[in-house]
């Protein structure tokens, strides 16, 4: 089976006067089609920036990074763009919507193209979230989970190959986490799902996950062995007081 995405010797240099950081340093990755993948690590790890490069939304310093023998690396923003228009779907952090349209306005704006299809394909996932009497509201009229979800269903809307998702249970209680998780895990049916997460509970249904340390690749953990590392550290810190 060959890789959806690959990395090769991807660095990331933020240059700050005089000074370099290295956001991410040699980092070689193969992330496999139709997987729901998970990226974890300390805050500063680089997870963000990894996820920036592997989405055309920044370009890596150094390195090459290919979909399938597609390599954009160097592109001009006009390709990336395109790429990123036709090919992959995000949900980041902070839900950017557009404030003076409804919430299936702002879902409609991720399908390639608006036809009676795509508003039953836009309503599916609005009963399929939760959130389907909130179709006609603004965003100003939705919580910050409400938000989310809108914003899940828009990055599903033209199909694409790969859904980047930068923490996007982050401000989601519990349940509604779940929900989103469930829903974007569903996904790897049709496409590869790339999730950064500080939760290791929303990754237990996870194929393989990622581990980030200071810009570098630490490798590949299964769920299971991500929870015994996350019970491991507790007893550790509760040892430690
Ligand atoms: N625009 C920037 N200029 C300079 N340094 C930056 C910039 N953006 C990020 N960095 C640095 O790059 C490193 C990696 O940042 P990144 O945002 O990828 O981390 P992260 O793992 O996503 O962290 P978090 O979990 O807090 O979101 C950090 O040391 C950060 O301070
Ligand atoms: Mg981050």
């Not at 139709?34 to 390195?63: A, D, E, N, Q, V």
Request: charged share 25%.
């Amino acid at each position: 089976m060959t890789d959806l995405l690959t990395t090769d010797k991807i660095s990331l240099v933020y240059t700050d006067g005089e000074r370099n950081t290295y956001a991410l340093r040699d980092v070689s990755i193969e992330i496999p089609d139709r997987k729901f993948i998970g990226i974890m690590g300390p805050s500063g790890s680089g997870k963000s920036s990894l996820l920036y490069i592997l989405s055309g939304l920044k370009r890596p310093t150094g390195g090459e990074v290919r979909l399938k023998d597609y390599a954009y690396g160097g592109r001009p923003d006009r390709e990336l763009v395109d790429l990123r228009r036709t090919r992959f779907g995000f949900v980041f952090q902070q839900p950017y919507l557009l404030v003076w349209q409804t919430a299936m306005e702002n879902v409609l704006m991720g399908a390639p193209e608006l036809h009676e299809e795509a508003r039953r394909k836009a309503q599916t996932y609005f009963d399929q979230l939760g959130i389907a009497r909130l179709q006609n509201k603004l965003p100003s009229q939705l919580s910050g989970g409400e938000k989310q979800r809108v914003c899940v269903a828009r990055a599903m809307m033209n199909d694409p190959e790969i859904i980047f998702a930068d923490e996007p249970t982050a401000s989601l209680d519990h349940t509604n986490g779940r929900l989103v998780i469930d829903l974007l895990s569903a996904y790897r049916e049709r496409g590869t799902v790339i999730v950064v997460t500080h939760d290791p509970e929303m990754l237990t249904g996870a194929d393989t996950v990622l581990m980030m340390r200071d810009g570098e690749s630490q490798g590949w953990v299964t769920p299971d062995q991500l929870a015994e590392v996350g019970a491991k550290s507790k007893t550790i810190s509760l040892g430690e007081r």
